[in-house]
């Protein structure tokens, strides 16, 4: 189709299906054999563009007094045919063809529409790329076209594959589906498809291909069997097929014939819109298919245009095998004359060129879905509109060297690409039209949905969009509402590999298998995970524990010797009762001062005996309760005076007891100057000195202070106090045990004294108590952990002031309080009681 301008436009389109010659050689005049198969839709997309190229003409405010023509061609879905068609086209080099009566000949053409297939418009695009002729595609969507390099002039009006596919990714991503199928078409199409797919698919970290698989050309029903035993057996239930709707069929009598059904499918830009699949037959399988179609667009006027095409508007007896011509004999199934031998006899008609359009049913007419042919009234408008940008360029500011600018008799093709580039205008409709550094446009797509109706009948129905703006990236719209899912729940399926690992879990990658697929692995002990999906789980802080659902920490359980635990509560009232026995046995000793056994043996010592016991009792508390810096410092130490002043109190009265009896010999008294009041009390005092100096050097230089353990329990703070030192520690109990059995020692040796009531008796025994209770303590209390050694330092202090309050004043309480006849200074040194 041709029609002559000022500028020429050239349009590369498919109008037919398929070509039985090999011949590829390109002529004014294709021979009928050459191209069969009539696209209606190829036809109308090629009309479009003449559409648009007349609308341009007759707007005054876009090139005015320039005239547009245009040069289109069918490439017959043939490569070959194809490139020859762009060559011819860019060179200007074919046979002259009478035009009308004053211009003769196609000018070469200054930009081109077209092609519909990727892989003809890399062959094309390469080729026009070393001319800088622009190309701009209505069709063509392999991510490969963007490389500027390779094709710098190349420019399209349709997303790039690469955003097809990242908005593919993204529906996966809304409904969660992370395991699903790719079938792919064997071209430049479903292969760089293909790539692009398993890139962005890897750097999204959406999920995984359960299986990639490539459909064959041609009818193979050995392949095609194979693809749909692997779709079968695969728990993926989601497949996505970026492929020519020819070979979709192909898959689909398979499918059919496996009965594979609950799967959804997910359809590329190729055959979301194909008629030829929403059939009866094939609903039951496609029904509910979710796919990308190219954004559907309005172009008023179209369909009156459409109307008046007439065969004998572009008849020519030299050209008497037009595209119009091929259309009408194709729509209302007649013959120009002359017809083909044989035609007549069988009864066919002869084409009249008056038979009205509207009398049949044609898809022609159906202009209530335009998509390509939106995209190549796009197209012919970019050129427009950048012819229009450069022939208003002012002399002397030009863009080229010398600021000069393209005239129009002296048109050159890498001019307009220079302009393209920076085409920016927005359709009727309302989309913007610009492109970005790649050749681009601003992406925009229809999400569609397969409707499957209760009359059987079909409805690709629009549920939502995927644009990229310059503001707010990427946008995903769907209204789910809408979203016809052909399964019995009438909801999302459900596709994924492995389920989805709760909070408190993390995912452990199965060997050998792709990241989708997976273990949960509970977190263990102090690590936890907030989150679903979680790769790892991460260490709660020093103070916080994991929880039993592993999913937030929890603070720590405090662990120390509480006065409101069992424990505590018994030993606070274990040192509270001695206490007062001590504070009971003070006062009797008190109202019975004087008394015979009260008065033996110093009874300064004995109250001084009692109140050190209390000490003893009392400092058992400074164990009990959370530990702080003071009641650390104080505990030991009041623990180590209380005690050295017990024992020093016991050590003295073993003394003067053996003192006492050695005086009682001929030439001892001299030995009871040495044991009189002063000096008894002097050596409580010198010995009990020396503990508290023991416990102010431990103090000042290693002083015992709280710590929080974390080593005896995870989930558990052990409050307790740290000794600071431990050979001031040892020093301490070193130096209460060599009075004890200093003590015992001397009380053993004076045990057989004559004396009725000897006290070194009841010293002896107790001192063995003493001793025997804390022997056991030094094990105990190392083996002992956290609260549980307070709890053996306590009793070990109560077990031991308690065996020397009974030991040692239990007898004289009986005495005073049940016997007092034995409580006379005779029956005391008697031998007879």
Not at 146 to 171: E, G, H, L, N
Not at 376 to 386: C, E, F, Q
Not at 652 to 667: D, E, I, R, Y
Request: charged share 20%; net charge neutral; glycine share 8%.
């Amino acid at each position: 189709m041709h029609k002559a301008g000022d500028v020429v436009l050239g349009g590369l389109f498919q109008v037919h299906f398929f070509s039985v010659s090999p011949d590829l050689s390109f002529t004014s005049e294709p021979q009928s054999t050459i191209c069969q198969g009539f696209d209606v839709l190829g036809f109308r997309r090629a009309q479009t563009m003449a559409f648009a190229i007349d609308e341009i003409n007759r707007n005054s405010n876009l090139l005015p007094n320039v005239t547009l023509g245009y040069s289109l061609y069918d490439n017959c879905a043939e490569l070959g045919i194809g490139f020859r068609a762009a060559l011819l086209l860019a060179s200007g080099q074919e046979k002259q063809l009478i035009l009308n009566n004053t211009c003769a000949g196609t000018p070469p053409v200054l930009g081109v529409v077209g092609d519909t297939s990727s892989t003809r418009s890399i062959a094309i695009a390469t080729v026009y790329g070393l001319y800088r002729v622009p190309m701009v595609s209505h069709f063509a969507t392999c991510s490969c076209l963007s490389d500027r390099q390779k094709f710098p002039s190349f420019f399209r009006t349709i997303p790039s594959d690469a955003f097809q596919v990242r908005a593919m990714i993204q529906i996966l991503n809304h409904f969660g589906w992370t395991w699903a199928g790719l079938l792919v078409s064997d071209d430049d199409y479903g292969l760089h498809a293909a790539r692009s797919f398993q890139s962005d698919l890897a750097h999204s970290g959406g999920g995984c291909l359960a299986y990639f698989e490539i459909l064959p050309w041609g009818n193979d029903p050995t392949e095609f069997k194979r693809i749909v035993d692997v779709m079968k057996k695969s728990t993926a239930r989601v497949v996505i097929v970026f492929a020519h709707e020819s070979l979709v069929i192909n898959l689909m009598e398979e499918v059919v014939r496996q009965n594979v059904t609950g799967l959804q499918w997910m359809a590329s830009e190729a055959w979301t819109t194909a008629t030829v699949l929403q059939t009866p037959q094939l609903m039951p399988y496609l029904g509910g298919t979710l796919g990308i179609a190219i954004r559907r667009g309005e172009i008023p006027g179209l369909r009156e245009f459409l109307l008046q095409i007439r065969p004998d508007q572009h008849y020519n007896n030299s050209n008497g095998n037009s595209m119009v011509n091929q259309f009408w004999e194709h729509t209302f199934q007649c013959r120009f004359a002359p017809p083909p031998a044989g035609w007549m006899e069988a009864g066919g008609t002869l084409c009249t060129g008056q038979e009205d359009l509207e009398e049949v049913e044609t898809e022609l007419l159906d202009i209530s879905d335009l998509r390509p042919e939106y995209n190549v009234y796009k197209a012919v408008y970019a050129l427009a509109y950048a012819l229009d940008d450069m022939l208003q360029c002012e002399s002397g500011r030009g863009p080229f060297s010398g600021h000069s600018c393209g005239n129009l008799k002296r048109l050159e093709p890498w001019q307009l690409v220079y302009y393209l580039e920076k085409v920016n205008f927005t359709t009727p409709f309302g989309d913007q039209v610009a492109f970005d550094e790649n050749g681009d446009a601003l992406p925009i797509y229809d999400i569609m949905n397969w409707l499957w109706l209760p009359d059987g009948r079909t409805e690709v129905q629009n549920v939502g969009e995927v644009k990229r703006s310059a503001f707010k990236g990427e946008e995903l719209t769907i209204d789910e509402n809408k979203v016809f899912w052909n399964h019995e729940s009438k909801k999302p399926p459900r596709s994924v590999c492995s389920e989805s690992c709760p909070p408190g879990t993390r995912i452990a990658t199965k060997k050998g298998e792709p990241e989708c697929c997976f273990d949960c692995i509970t977190c263990s002990e102090g690590k936890i995970s907030n989150k679903t999906d979680s790769t790892e789980c991460t260490s709660c802080p020093e103070d916080f524990w994991s929880s039993p659902q592993r999913d937030h920490c929890v603070l720590k359980k405090t662990e120390f010797l509480s006065y409101h635990e069992p424990l505590g509560i018994c030993l606070t009232a274990a040192s509270l009762l001695g206490t007062c026995i001590c504070a009971v046995v003070l006062g009797i000793f008190v109202y019975h001062r004087k008394t015979p056994i009260v008065r033996a043996n110093n009874s300064e010592l004995s109250f001084q005996l009692l109140l050190s016991l209390k000490l003893c009792f009392l400092c058992s508390l400074l164990f009990i309760g959370r530990p702080r810096l003071w009641t650390c410092q104080l505990r030991h130490a009041a623990f180590g005076i209380s005690f050295v002043l017990c024992v020093s109190c016991i050590l003295v009265k073993t003394m003067v007891v053996l003192a006492v009896f050695k005086a009682s010999k001929p030439g001892g008294g001299a030995s009871l100057k040495w044991f009189g009041a002063v000096q008894q009390r002097g050596t409580v005092i010198v010995l009990t000195s020396i503990q508290a100096a023991i416990c102010t050097v431990w103090i000042v230089s290693a002083s015992p202070a709280p710590h929080k353990n974390t080593q005896y329990h995870n989930d558990k703070i052990v409050y307790e106090c740290l000794v600071g030192s431990t050979v001031g520690f040892a020093v301490l109990l070193g130096y209460i045990g060599s009075l004890a059995i200093l003590s015992c020692v001397i009380a053993f040796i004076a045990r057989n004294l004559p004396d009725s009531f000897n006290e070194a008796r009841l010293i002896t025994f107790s001192m063995l108590i003493f001793c025997a209770v804390w022997v056991a303590f030094v094990p105990a209390y190392i083996s002992s952990p956290g609260k549980y050694s307070d709890a053996v330092e306590v009793f070990a202090i109560l077990a031991s002031s308690f065996g020397l309050l009974f030991s040692l004043f239990g007898p004289k309480c009986y005495i005073i309080l049940l016997r007092p006849e034995r409580n006379t200074k005779k029956a005391i040194m008697g031998r007879d009681i």
